[in-house]
């Protein structure tokens, strides 16, 4: 049997590690070293992010308000996130239950979209079957280079939607597409991801305190 390659996580952990204690000293200093790392992140992303973060915010109030509905979508890790920012408006901690839907929940229309037409299509053929004016589309990328968020996102543009795409590194060939862009710099995929799920629980505050109170 082949072991999983866990070097790129842990490059200290060898075959013949025979030392526990140095071990154990060696993972607590990284899972440290992560946390710091993940900390400045989200403090460096919540300031940059700020005026970005108000302004989406802002117009996604304005298509709730108007009878919007907001599409998440992504994939790997992104589709969790996608899901888990559907949830977050779908059932807040606090503020009213706005109405929201993940496109990689149902995987009937998944699986049949790219087998019969291509992977490319998943999530802008939805868009093409629920998006109206004045619903929100919201993609999640770490890279910038997912071509069905890009696909999704130009489609939710054609069909006069609100559109903010959560991105990482330098945005990839999908920075500019949607309405707005939140990026987070940077090369760790699991830093990006930390990151994002900060900014857009911060961005579901944003659009309850714009809301009107029942």
Do not use: W
Not at 145 to 150: E, G, I, K, W
Request: aromatic share 6%; proline share 4%.
């Amino acid at each position: 049997m082949t072991s999983e390659p866990t070097g790129f996580l842990y490059p200290f952990i060898g075959a013949e590690e025979r030392n526990a204690t140095a071990l154990l000293a060696d993972l607590a200093s990284s899972a440290q070293a992560k946390m710091a790392e993940s900390r400045a992140m989200r403090a460096t992303t919540i300031e940059r992010c700020a005026g970005m973060v108000a302004e989406a915010g802002r117009a996604m109030a304005q298509c709730f308000s108007g009878g919007g509905r907001l599409f998440a979508f992504g994939n790997g890790g992104s589709s969790t996130d996608a899901e888990g920012a559907v949830e977050l408006f779908r059932n807040p901690p606090s503020g009213l239950p706005l109405p929201a839907l993940s496109l990689v929940d149902d995987r009937a229309v998944l699986t049949a979209l790219a087998n019969d037409i291509g992977f490319d299509v998943v999530f802008s053929r939805q868009i093409i079957a629920h998006g109206h004016p004045g619903d929100i589309a919201v993609g999640f990328s770490t890279s910038g280079d997912s071509r069905n968020v890009l696909r999704a996102l130009q489609e939710a543009k054609n069909r006069g939607m609100e559109s903010v795409c959560f991105l990482g590194r330098d945005g990839g060939f999908t920075r500019g597409v949607a309405t707005l862009d939140l990026l987070v710099p940077g090369n760790a995929t699991a830093r990006i991801q930390e990151a994002h799920k900060l900014l857009f629980h911060v961005l579901c505050e944003t659009v309850d305190g714009q809301l009107p109170k029942a």
